[in-house]
Structure formats: C-alpha cells, structure tokens
C-alpha cells in the first residue's frame, strides 16, 4: 500500500479561479517525496496565451513580461506529466489545483493515475487547534522553516511538503506505524469530531 510520505506535493498559480471561466496554469511547482526525503522538484513559469491582470501580478509576483518568454503551457504539462506519472498527489486545497491539473492536462489528451489527498482538509482534522488552515498560518502555527515567499509555485509547494510530513511524522509518534496514504484520505474526510476515534482504532 503507498506510504503517506512517498508523492508528488504541488501547486499551481493561475490567472483567476476557475479552467471553467477560461482561467489558466501561470506557473507549477512541484517536490516530489520518497520516504520522506526530497528527491526532485520542478517549477515553471508557462505562458497563458494572454495578459494577466494586474491584480495577478500583485499577488503572485509573476509579472506579464516574466510570461512573454515562457513556454507555453502545453509544453510545460507535457514535462510535468511525466513527472507525476504513477505517483499520488498532494495539494493544499487539493479541489483547486486538482481543477487546474485536469483542465490543463485535458488540452493535451493526457493524465495522471495517482490519487490526490488534501493537506487544507488534512490538517483541519489533526491540527484543529490553528487560528487558520491557510498555509501561512499553519505554517506559523508549527514554526516551519520558511523564506517568507508565498504564492510562488514552488516556495508553496515546498511548504507544503514541510506541512504534510509534519503531520505524517506526529501520526507515527502517536503510534499510527507508517501512514498509508489512504489512511490520509481516510482521515481528510473524517468529521473533526470523530477523527480521535479513528486514530484510536487505528492504533489498536
């Protein structure tokens, strides 16, 4: 069975909200973990096809004449599906970057077989007691090493990746041995009030 410590963690930044409204992938990030250890990563700025809107540029950082050179997001999906073939994936607010992966990947008539698991829905569970479940917070919340660079693929990625094996590793010290990554699952779509039950039973 996959071990939670072993996947692809990503993030996309995105010109808007939604592939449905004609939104697209700005840039990927990505960390790929095996037994816990980074291995490889890949970030890449693609360019849309269109202006971004100033308020993207503000937010992200990623500016229209960063965009002008860069590959065109075919191009840059075609790599990146390569690069999470047969791995599962992890996102923070996994329906979002889920949404984007899809739709970009569609363009080209490719896809991933691996799962995806939500560090967002994860962490509502196990580290109930945070102010905020945003990344930066939690990120505050358990004093995670970080550079301060957020909403840049691959910064957020890495961060991520830093969140999701904290919560691995406090599973392990309470006696859970090697989380599977359906485990994972399993516990982001536990009710908050039932999730000691089922980390009880699972040590059992």
Request: charged share 20%; hydrophobic share 45%; aromatic share 8%.
């Amino acid at each position: 069975m996959p071990q939670a410590n072993s996947v692809v963690v990503l993030d996309f930044e995105t010109t808007g909200l939604s592939p449905n409204l004609g939104d697209r992938a700005i840039e990927i990030g990505a960390v790929k973990l095996v037994n816990g250890e980074v291995v490889d990563t890949f970030q890449q700025l693609m360019n849309p096809g269109f202006r971004v809107s100033s308020f993207i540029e503000s937010y992200t950082g990623i500016t229209n004449n960063m965009l002008r050179t860069a590959p065109s997001c075919d191009e840059v999906m075609a790599s990146f599906s390569e690069f999470i073939a047969g791995e599962n994936l992890i996102a923070h607010n996994a329906s979002f970057d889920k949404r984007f992966l899809d739709a970009e990947l569609e363009r080209i008539n490719s896809g991933y077989s691996g799962e995806f698991a939500c560090s967002l829905l994860v962490a509502r569970r196990l580290i109930q007691g945070a102010p905020s479940h945003k990344l930066g917070e939690l990120v505050r919340y358990k004093n995670i090493d970080n550079d301060g660079v957020f909403h840049r693929a691959l910064a957020d990625a890495q961060m991520t990746a830093k969140l999701w094996l904290l919560m691995v590793e406090d599973l392990e010290r309470s006696g859970i041995v090697k989380p599977s990554f359906q485990f994972m699952q399993t516990v982001s779509k536990t009710a908050k009030g039932k999730v000691g039950l089922l980390l009880a039973r699972s040590r059992a």
